[in-house]
């Protein structure tokens, strides 16, 4: 099951409350609330689509620039201080930065999920 929906750009969840029975979500990747919902995967998607053309609708009468998800910078913390030295060696030793070397990696990983 796909628990992601995406539209102009803006990636929504999807998820379910059985005692509500009810399809509910919200943007991801922005600080603005941006929720939604619908008692079917039709309505929940209308309702996903409707509450983004809503934020930027509001976004352009306020003069206000729209929030833009996943803008590529990214804060990374590693739970062993060792895979973070090890990272920055392997980078420094290979003439790349870290942040060159830790994106490289997740393409790799990226691609390899794809196949």
């Given amino acids: 099951m796909n628990n992601i929906m995406e539209y102009k750009g803006y990636i929504g969840s999807v998820e379910f409350s059985e005692s509500d029975e009810l399809f509910y ?3 991801q990747g922005v600080r603005s609330l941006i929720s939604y919902e619908g008692s079917t995967a039709a309505e929940l998607v209308a309702d ?6 809503d934020y930027l609708t509001l976004c352009e009468e306020e003069g206000t ?3 833009i998800a996943y803008k590529g910078s990214l804060n990374v913390r590693f739970k062993n201080r060792d895979t973070h030295r090890r990272a920055a ?3 420094m030793t290979h003439d790349q930065s870290l942040n060159s070397f830790i994106e490289s990696a997740v ?3 990226l691609a390899a999920v794809a196949r």
């Fill in 25 to 27: 979500g919200k943007v």
């Fill in 48 to 53: 996903f689509h409707g509450a983004v053309d």
């Fill in 65 to 67: 620039k729209p929030e």
């Fill in 89 to 91: 060696v392997y980078a």
């Fill in 107 to 109: 393409e790799e990983k």
